[in-house]
């Protein structure tokens, strides 16, 4: 059986208090369930941010997507959860990942290291996690490759799909959209990692480009002008790509889940007003 739909907000532009108080409560008004913070220098920092957003709202969820791992020391990170957990009133989802953007690191006098490194430490920062009483809420994990869909498998209540891949070489995060049948690949691989799990994890996308148009092209033009390689066709067809007729995206979102297993969808602040509608849809 299906799960139920669940929808997030990804949250990305700092704001005085009572500009975020409104944007929390604009979300809330507009039926989204998680309310999100990601972890990138320039954006609201996360904890803070999600007590402000718990403070102004009552019934989202709250979470971080996602947190980069190697910007935390994971015992301090355990007092940073335990804290948030308790001030949310027991709210609060939190999201891991590895990091990709090179450049972070470098502007914060971190170390960025090899994949491998990143994986390793975000491990570490789930294992220590998992073993503070304290710390005990929902637990996502993002990230595609092959060590990351085994920790996910192992440890996450959540199971965050990328459907975006850094850009060979760039260390400033530039992102490239993921084909859907390398998504039906990978998400294939995490069903057979976690084919002993007594329960199934929630299966989680982020949606990066939300339009409701009778004209697409106008629509995708920015994607298809950073990637002169895609038709409008296969723009249309990317599983993160969101863009046609209500009743289109409508069936689109439905067609995620029939497809992937993804139930829990994340769109971001640019288009929090735009997906309401087919929010309202699924949720009636």
Request: charged share 25%; glycine share 10%; proline share 7%.
């Amino acid at each position: 059986m299906s799960r139920p739909f669940r929808f997030g907000v990804n949250l990305l532009t700092p704001a005085s208090a009572a500009e975020w108080r409104a944007k929390c409560r604009r979300a809330e008004e507009l039926g989204y369930d998680v309310l999100l913070v990601p972890d990138h220098l320039g954006m609201p920092a996360p904890f803070p941010a999600l007590v402000a957003a718990a403070g102004a709202t009552e019934r989202p969820r709250l979470g971080t997507f996602v947190l980069n791992a190697g910007f935390w020391n994971p015992v301090l990170l355990a007092r940073e959860v335990a804290t948030t957990a308790a001030l949310t009133g027991g709210r609060l989802e939190l999201g891991l990942g590895t990091g990709y953007v090179q450049a972070e690191h470098e502007r914060a006098g971190l170390p960025f290291g090899s994949p491998r490194e990143r994986v390793d430490h975000l491990r570490r920062t789930v294992e220590e996690l998992l073993t503070s009483d304290e710390c005990r809420v929902p637990l996502l994990i993002g990230g595609n490759g092959d060590r990351m869909l085994r920790l996910t498998a192992e440890h996450a209540d959540i199971a965050a799909f990328a459907g975006a891949r850094l850009v060979p070489g760039n260390t400033e995060g530039r992102l490239e959209p993921v084909p859907a049948e390398e998504l039906d690949e990978r998400v294939a691989r995490y069903g057979e990692l976690a084919a002993g799990r007594k329960e199934p994890a929630e299966r989680n996308l982020l949606i990066q480009v939300v339009a409701i148009t009778d004209d697409p092209q106008s629509a995708l033009a920015p994607l298809l002008g950073r990637r002169p390689e895609l038709t409008l066709t296969q723009a249309l067809d990317l599983p993160t790509v969101l863009v046609g007729t209500l009743e289109e995206v409508v069936g689109r979102v439905r067609g995620l889940r029939e497809r992937y297993g993804f139930s829990y969808l994340t769109v971001l602040e640019p288009h929090m007003e735009a997906f309401a509608p087919v929010l309202a849809e699924l949720s009636a």
